[in-house]
């Protein structure tokens, strides 16, 4: 049976420099599909323009500059630069030829010689994920939850480490939460790593440090992402991933934060290896 993520991130030529795709509305969330599978269209793009097996992915930033619905998309790529060591590539995900829609650059290259060493310490005390709550989970009676999205009830399972769940009172504090995520159908290549494009989609995953700073609010708001950017640091061979979300600032309606995924084994009890680091930047919006 084909993989999801693998056909949602399927490609096209359609001409020079053109691809198309289609996003499979179980992507969705509120109500656009989430932003780091739009990425990973753009990405899956770019690798097949650039064409070079010896470069793999090692950065990319995303600008969602307008939306981007599900259904059949378009993507334009443009090789800016190919390099014998390095490439620079630029896409354009959108509904439709001449619509604007999300802007990605990449930037893939081959292995060199070079110091080695993680100066970043995972988070401390973390359960293994069959100890943890699901997002799938029954939720307490009477509170009222929002209707379970697509994206986190067919896609993309969360068990959440650290942090409260919005039915719970608590004294806001840091701006933090460590959560392990899973995809329900993991798309592992055939060396055994997980697509590193998969990395993308969980990195775009990050107001949740916000919303355990600011604690229950009248108001329900959610937090459209403006842009992202992610650095593939190391391989994923496992189907667990270890998030650990921080929120640096909020301030005029916006808010920046990071996001360093980890993984720890197939069973989430090995020793923690950094395979992605990511920034955003998004902004606030607020439902009556």
């Not at 097949?48 to 600008?63: A, I, K, M, S």
């Not at 630029?90 to 030829?97: D, L, P, Y």
């Not at 775009?204 to 609010?217: C, H, I, L």
Request: charged content about 20%; proline content about 9%.
């Amino acid at each position: 049976m084909p993989n999801p993520f693998l056909t949602a991130t399927a490609v096209s030529r359609s001409g020079s420099g053109r691809y198309e795709g289609f996003l499979d509305p179980a992507w969705n969330l509120n109500p656009l599909p989430q932003g780091g599978v739009v990425t990973a269209l753009a990405l899956r793009a770019m690798g097949t323009e650039l064409d070079r097996p010896d470069q793999v992915l090692r950065t990319l930033h995303t600008t969602f500059a307008a939306q981007v619905t599900d259904g059949p998309v378009t993507i334009g790529v443009e090789l800016l630069r190919s390099g014998r060591s390095m490439s620079h590539l630029r896409a354009e995900v959108a509904n439709g030829k001449g619509a604007r829609g999300h802007l990605t650059s990449g930037i893939f290259g081959s292995t060199r010689e070079g110091f080695a060493f993680t100066d970043l310490l995972p988070p401390g005390d973390v359960l293994a994920p069959d100890r943890c709550r699901s997002f799938r989970d029954p939720v307490p009676p009477g509170f009222d939850a929002f209707a379970p999205m697509p994206f986190w009830a067919e896609r993309i399972e969360g068990r959440s480490v650290s942090g409260h769940p919005p039915w719970e009172e608590y004294v806001p504090d840091r701006a933090e939460r460590t959560m392990w995520y899973r995809f329900d159908d993991p798309p592992f290549l055939d060396d055994g790593a997980m697509d590193p494009l998969a990395l993308v989609v969980l990195a775009d995953t990050m107001p949740g440090a916000v919303s355990e700073k600011v604690g229950r609010q009248d108001r329900r708001w959610f937090a459209p992402s403006i842009d992202l950017t992610v650095h593939l640091l190391d391989a994923c061979r496992s189907p667990w991933v270890l998030a650990h979300n921080r929120a640096r600032f909020a301030g005029d309606g916006y808010a920046s934060a990071d996001m360093a995924l980890w993984d720890c084994g197939h069973r989430g009890t090995g020793d923690p290896r950094l395979v992605a680091y990511a920034t955003q930047l998004f902004l606030f919006s607020f439902m009556s």
